[in-house]
């Protein structure tokens, strides 16, 4: 009998052919799906079995996306539900002047807390989540290619979450505005630990953020089903993938700004104290190169989620797909080059100002090509009226007009008159809300079905919608009056007789309205989500979209992983459903007995091997809990217990990935149709030394912004550079690094040629980490007997920040090495190819250059030594 080849798995295989492989697979292996063999019994039994949820309390060692993506979702909204009521006690205090509700201080910790929430603990992690549960099945995959690393993440963002947000119950909430500008933020005028909790809590949740990044970004690139080109790639992955990148690129600048505000802080070394060769401006540019990146890291997943549900909603492809795809790209460069314009009341330079003011305005060129997509793609389909189009064209109106004064407080002269005013109150929480807030909950009623094989209430959405539609308006378009009128932002009255009494009184009553159908949608979402009938956990694809993710049917994804070669699969072939289910495609049970995925190259996703995963584990947890011990205690000064936490931290560390890295007997599986590929892989072809080289990436860019600041301070306070800077450790520094370097670089090679390889490499990495030591070791007395002190001078403090930092990572080396030596010893580190020692050793390599560029920046800079 002829074997029927769908029309996708045809154009999977006609485009194939018309272009090299990346890895040497034969494209026309995809003509044997869908397969027609019998499945043995018992298949799928077995495949529930392994990638069951674990029950009662060992629930909280789960680790599968479907689970940790849902408690993720739940945690960021309960955040966002949280900073509204810090919101309402605010508005309620401004709805009449001179009102005594709270003291001054404590509204102080209110828009503080507000802003810091809504930004650190709702924004960012709300698109995350959503990301860890919906991409896996959007691109095929069984889950996300580092599960443990995912639920460290939420455990470390829902504990340090939730200490942090319990901070203003105790009066030890931050009181300096979700920024935290030096001066005011030092400990002349911030006392107390107050500050601290902001600085060591958020520099810890960034953290968390972070390693979903990486997360997120290595599963786009290597985890997509087959056939799934970057031409083939759903928006919505598109989006996560350049949401990853930017975190990757511009949280760095977050936590090199609070590491440098606790160093002062804590040791008194003055890098925003103008009056010893410090700058308050420096906080200024390393806090928005990343806090203007951030509204676009927000802006893009969200935007691409708003419109893989526009297709859906108008039953038509996305008009202008590749433009929009370039859109959201040039979106995320540009963000990059526009950060000053937060400063243009500082006195910057006519160039820069009107540098920043055309980039203000151009990212807005992007933004504008994908509003155009969306209308398009309605006006030529068949909308769908239902809850979910009701937020998507609401939100596109909010986040228009909150577009139209983004523009305007662009332009330096206006920007002028509006900055630090409700008008830009106004102007934001338009952006934010109708950008993420609406399609955030337009998302909630269009993938619920998905989730639990239940639709939240239409009759009560469209009662949610007309809420928040009216609440928006009502509360915040009065702002723009109030701001033109003068009202600044952050304070917590103003005097009666200026005609600003009823603008805020209506913009409370919006704050109320908005309230309103939060706390609908939070009723109706309990009534569904408690329900006992809640069906077999299929997807119900009500609304008919076409993306993977309907297929979903349990903690495993999809019963097997489809050749996919349209943006919209389940349109493309109407029997896909039946095929995927019936097991006929790639991966339809567990050929190991574990927990498995299909790893795939990076732009065409021709299939490469099977990765074995990791399942439920404690470690995960126990890290996440001592890594916030850690933290927490260093705020309060609990020095040694802080210390122990962080030893019981790396003990948890270093056992979750103790086993991650393991040979199994068998060196190839049938990964279906026939198709043998092998279980285990190193070098660039794993998927771990793509996860190690963008964790170097984020190292680069937080030592980049360490080095900015040396060169900042230097170029504003030349006069305070007074210590000529040494040269002794220039020549047995540079020798000890290259030594180093050298030596991370020949482990591979010597564990691939030499019968006695894995002993040489773990001497070698030892020797690596012993010389970065005695470079560091070497390069901070040179400048102590030199007589630099880091309280002394912007110079002093500039120098051992950079010194302070590449201590933290040469800790890491040495925890590494003595890692890498362990396995070693245990066995566990066998030639010709080892997966943990292509990791560790791009860490030192990296490690080594780090330290090349500490110890020459401040010597080569000054030239003249003074």
């Given at each position: 009998m ?5 029309a ?6 006609s ?8 890895t040497g697979?034969d494209?026309?292996?995809?003509e044997?799906?869908?397969t027609q063999?019998?499945r ?5 039994e ?9 029950g009662g309390?060992?629930a909280?060692?789960a680790?599968n996306n479907?689970f940790i993506g849902?408690l993720f979702?739940?945690?960021a ?6 900073a509204?009521v810090?919101?309402l006690?605010?508005r ?6 001179l009102a005594g ?6 509204y102080?910790?209110l828009f503080?807390m507000?802003g810091?929430v809504?930004?650190f603990l709702?924004a960012?992690?709300?698109?995350e ?6 991409l896996p ?7 996300l290619p ?6 460290y993440?939420y455990w470390?963002?829902l504990?340090?979450g939730v200490?942090?947000?319990?901070s203003?119950?105790?009066?030890l909430a931050p009181s300096?505005?979700w ?8 400990s002349v005028y ?24 990486i997360e997120l970004t290595v599963?786009?690139l290597?985890?997509r089903?087959?056939?799934m080109?970057?031409a083939k790639?759903?928006?919505?992955a598109?989006?996560?993938?350049i ?5 990757i690129l511009a949280?760095?600048?977050m936590?090199?700004?609070t ?5 002062e802080r804590?040791?008194?070394w003055?890098l925003?104290?103008a009056?010893?060769g ?12 990343f806090?203007?990146?951030?509204v ?5 997943p969200?935007s691409?989620?708003?419109?893989t ?9 996305l008009?202008?797909h590749?433009?929009?795809v370039?859109a959201l ?6 963000s990059?080059?526009v950060w000053?314009?937060?400063m ?12 920043f003011?055309a980039?203000?305005?151009?990212v807005?060129?992007p933004?504008?090509a ?13 909308v769908r009226r239902?809850v979910?189009s009701?937020?998507l064209?609401g ?7 909150g577009?139209?004064t ?6 330096v002269?206006f920007?002028g008159?509006a ?13 934010l809300?109708?950008s993420?807030?609406f399609?955030?909950?337009a998302a909630?009623?269009y993938w619920t079905p ?5 639709q939240?209430?239409?009759?009560v ?8 539609f ?18 600044p932002?952050r304070?917590?009255?103003y005097l009666?007789?200026r005609?600003?009494?009823l603008?805020?009184?209506i ?5 109320f309205i908005?309230a ?7 009723i109706d979402?309990?009534?569904?989500y ?8 299929n997807?119900r ?14 903690n495993?994804g ?5 050749v996919?070669s349209?943006?919209e ?5 109407a029997?896909l459903?039946e095929d995927v289910?019936a097991g006929?495609y ?14 795939t190259?990076?732009s065409?996703?021709e299939p490469q091997?099977v990765q074995?995963?990791?399942?439920p ?9 001592f890594t916030?011990?850690?933290f927490?205690l ?6 040694a217990?802080?210390a122990?936490?962080?030893v ?9 990935v103790w086993?991650?890295d393991?040979h199994?007997?068998?060196k ?8 043998l590929?092998?279980?285990y ?6 998927h771990?030394?793509?996860?190690a080289?963008?964790?170097?990436v984020?190292l680069g860019m937080i030592?980049?912004m360490?080095?900015f600041?040396y060169?900042y301070l230097h170029?504003a306070?030349p006069?305070?550079?007074?210590i000529t800077a040494p040269r002794g ?5 540079v020798l000890?690094?290259?030594?180093s ?7 591979r ?7 006695r390889?894995?002993?040489l490499s773990a001497w070698?990495?030892s020797?690596s980490?012993l ?7 070497v390069d ?7 007589g630099?002190?880091g309280d002394?001078?912007g110079?002093?403090?500039a120098?051992?920040?950079m010194l302070?930092w590449?201590s933290?990572i ?6 590494s090495?003595?890692?890498?030596l362990?396995?070693?010893?245990r066995g566990?580190a066998?030639?010709?190819a080892?997966?943990?020692l292509?990791?560790l050793?791009i860490?030192?390599m990296?490690?080594?250059l ?6 020459l920046l401040p ?6 030594g003074v």
């Amino acid at each position: 009998m002829t074997q029927r080849v769908p029309a996708g798995v045809a154009g999977a295989v006609s485009d194939a052919e018309t272009a090299p492989s990346e890895t040497g697979f034969d494209a026309r292996l995809y003509e044997r799906f869908p397969t027609q063999d019998p499945r043995p019994p018992g298949e799928l039994e077995a495949l529930k079995k392994v990638w069951e949820t674990p029950g009662g309390w060992r629930a909280f060692s789960a680790v599968n996306n479907n689970f940790i993506g849902f408690l993720f979702i739940v945690t960021a909204f309960g955040f966002f539900v949280a900073a509204g009521v810090l919101s309402l006690v605010m508005r309620v205090q401004l709805s009449a002047p001179l009102a005594g509700i709270v003291p001054q201080e404590t509204y102080n910790q209110l828009f503080t807390m507000h802003g810091s929430v809504m930004m650190f603990l709702f924004a960012v992690p709300a698109v995350e989540a959503i990301a860890v549960m919906l991409l896996p099945q959007m691109i095929g995959a069984r889950d996300l290619p580092f599960p443990r690393l995912s639920a460290y993440s939420y455990w470390a963002y829902l504990i340090g979450g939730v200490v942090f947000f319990c901070s203003i119950f105790v009066s030890l909430a931050p009181s300096g505005g979700w920024f935290m500008y030096p001066p005011l933020s030092s400990s002349v005028y911030a006392q107390g630990i107050n500050a601290d909790f902001w600085l060591l809590g958020i520099g810890f949740i960034e953290i968390s953020a972070i390693a979903g990044a990486i997360e997120l970004t290595v599963g786009v690139l290597r985890t997509r089903a087959p056939g799934m080109t970057l031409a083939k790639m759903p928006l919505y992955a598109w989006a996560v993938l350049i949401f990853g990148v930017m975190i990757i690129l511009a949280f760095p600048a977050m936590i090199m700004v609070t590491f440098l505000l606790e160093l002062e802080r804590a040791f008194n070394w003055p890098l925003f104290d103008a009056t010893r060769g410090g700058d308050p401006l420096l906080y200024q540019h390393l806090f928005w190169f990343f806090g203007h990146p951030d509204v676009y890291i927000i802006f893009i997943p969200a935007s691409a989620m708003l419109s893989t549900m526009i297709v859906t909603v108008a039953q038509k492809p996305l008009v202008g797909h590749e433009i929009v795809v370039m859109a959201l790209i040039a979106t995320g460069f540009i963000s990059f080059g526009v950060w000053a314009h937060h400063m243009f009341t500082v006195g910057l330079p006519g160039l820069s100002a009107g540098y920043f003011s055309a980039a203000s305005m151009a990212v807005a060129i992007p933004a504008g090509a994908q509003v155009f997509a969306w209308i398009a793609t309605l006006a030529s389909g068949k909308v769908r009226r239902n809850v979910p189009s009701l937020f998507l064209i609401g939100g596109i109106l909010i986040f228009v007009m909150g577009g139209l004064t983004g523009v305007m407080v662009g332009m330096v002269a206006f920007d002028g008159q509006a900055h630090d005013t409700y008008f830009v109150v106004a102007h934001f929480h338009y952006v934010l809300i109708g950008s993420m807030v609406f399609p955030l909950f337009a998302a909630f009623y269009y993938w619920t079905p998905m989730i639990n094989g239940q639709q939240l209430s239409e009759r009560v959405g469209r009662w949610v919608f007309w809420l928040n539609f009216v609440g928006v308006h009502v509360c915040f378009l009065p702002m723009h009056l109030s701001g033109l009128m003068g009202m600044p932002r952050r304070v917590d009255t103003y005097l009666p007789g200026r005609s600003m009494e009823l603008p805020n009184l209506i913009s409370t009553l919006g704050a109320f309205i908005m309230a309103a159908g939060v706390l609908l949608f939070v009723i109706d979402a309990l009534r569904c989500y408690s329900r006992r009938d809640r069906g077999d956990g299929n997807a119900r694809n009500v609304y008919n979209g076409g993306t993977l993710e309907w297929l979903s049917t349990g903690n495993y994804g999809i019963r097997s992983i489809p050749v996919v070669s349209s943006l919209e699969p389940l349109w493309a072939d109407a029997r896909l459903r039946e095929d995927v289910e019936a097991g006929r495609y790639f991966l339809p049970g567990t050929t190991t007995g574990a927990r498995e995925t299909l790893i795939t190259s990076s732009s065409r996703a021709e299939p490469q091997y099977v990765q074995i995963m990791p399942g439920p584990a404690w470690s995960p947890l126990l890290a996440a809990l001592f890594t916030a011990g850690f933290f927490l205690l260093l705020t309060v000064k609990a020095l040694a217990l802080s210390a122990i936490c962080g030893v019981l931290t790396i003990a948890c560390v270093m056992r979750w990935v103790w086993h991650n890295d393991r040979h199994i007997p068998q060196k190839q599986v049938d990964a279906g149709g026939g198709i043998l590929l092998p279980t285990y892989v190193a070098g660039p072809a794993s998927h771990g030394w793509w996860a190690a080289v963008l964790l170097v990436v984020v190292l680069g860019m937080i030592y980049l912004m360490a080095m900015f600041a040396y060169l900042y301070l230097h170029g504003a306070h030349p006069d305070a550079w007074r210590i000529t800077a040494p040269r002794g450790a220039l020549v047995p520094g540079v020798l000890l690094l290259g030594a180093s370097g050298a030596l991370a670089f020949a482990a591979r090679p010597l564990l691939a040629r030499f019968q006695r390889g894995s002993g040489l490499s773990a001497w070698a990495m030892s020797l690596s980490m012993l010389c970065l030591v005695a470079a560091l070791v070497v390069d901070a007395l040179d400048w102590w007997h030199a007589g630099l002190r880091g309280d002394a001078s912007g110079q002093g403090a500039a120098i051992f920040a950079m010194l302070a930092w590449h201590s933290s990572i040469v800790l890491a080396v040495v925890l590494s090495a003595l890692y890498y030596l362990a396995r070693w010893m245990r066995g566990l580190a066998p030639g010709p190819a080892n997966k943990t020692l292509e990791a560790l050793r791009i860490l030192f390599m990296y490690a080594a250059l780090e330290g090349a560029a500490g110890l020459l920046l401040p010597r080569a800079l000054p030239w003249s030594g003074v």
